[in-house]
């Protein structure tokens, strides 16, 4: 057994680490006095650690997700003429982590329904909200979801270790360096030609998204 090998994964409490590495060094010394038992004994120990690290022991990390339905749709639609899958963006973004909650933010335009697609996403397991698109005295059209976003953000902080969000809107720079401010990672998802440097920068973790994502 290397005399180097701990257990020190990230998710494992300081205590249960303590414990762990006093039961190492236990065998490691019963493993010098008994040679002859080294194989059966260390093929033991494996299965031991592996019991460990993937039993209740182990905290996952809490994370939850912000999709900013706008930004990708058009992102999607400049660089590959298609629509994001958010069953494949979901299970990419969660992984083996424990998804707190998911939110998707879309917007109705003048035009058409956006029911069914919520809908879809609701089946998913995404949590929708949706909003109409605002038209100035002018006569121009705005609707973004920034604002809603960052609100909702800074009520899960405290329920979570990790905020995902995806999106590469510039805007959100200033809500990402708030949430680090409070001890919690950022994690961005987006694709990369239409994310902002500085939001590349400034996150955890920066995940671009490509055809892994794409409806076919």
């Known amino acids: 057994m290397d005399s180097n090998e701990t257990f ?14 006093t039961i190492r060094d236990d065998i490691k010394s019963f493993l ?9 004994i260390y093929s033991e120990i494996r299965s031991l650690r592996e019991l460990i ?14 999709v900013d339905s706008q930004n990708l749709y058009y992102s999607a639609r400049m660089g590959y003429a298609a629509k994001v899958n958010y ?3 979901l299970r990419l973004i969660t992984g083996n982590r424990n998804l707190v909650k998911a939110y998707a933010y879309i917007v109705q335009p003048p035009e058409g329904d956006v029911r ?13 909200k949706t909003k109409d698109v605002r038209t100035r005295a002018n006569g121009s059209a705005k ?8 609100l909702d953000i800074l009520g899960m902080l405290d329920a979570v270790d990790t905020i995902v969000l995806a999106s590469g809107d510039g805007d959100f720079v200033p809500l990402v360096d708030f949430i680090k401010s409070k001890n919690k990672r950022v994690e ?3 694709f ?20 892994n994502v794409i409806l076919t």
Do not use: C
């Open 53 to 66: 690290e993937s039993s209740t022991f182990i905290k996952k990390e809490k994370i939850a997700l912000f």
């Open 87 to 89: 069953e494949k963006l």
């Open 116 to 128: 069914p697609f919520a809908t879809s996403l609701e089946h998913i397991g995404y949590i929708v």
């Open 143 to 150: 609707a973004n979801w920034d604002m809603g976003i960052a």
């Open 192 to 211: 990369p030609e239409n994310t902002a440097y500085d939001l590349k920068e400034k996150a955890d973790r920066f995940e671009p998204l490509s055809e």
């Open 188 to 190: 961005i998802f987006a």
């Open 32 to 40: 010098e006095k008994n040679h002859d038992d080294y194989t059966k």
């Open 8 to 21: 020190k994964s990230a998710n494992i409490t300081p205590q249960l680490q303590q414990v762990l590495q």
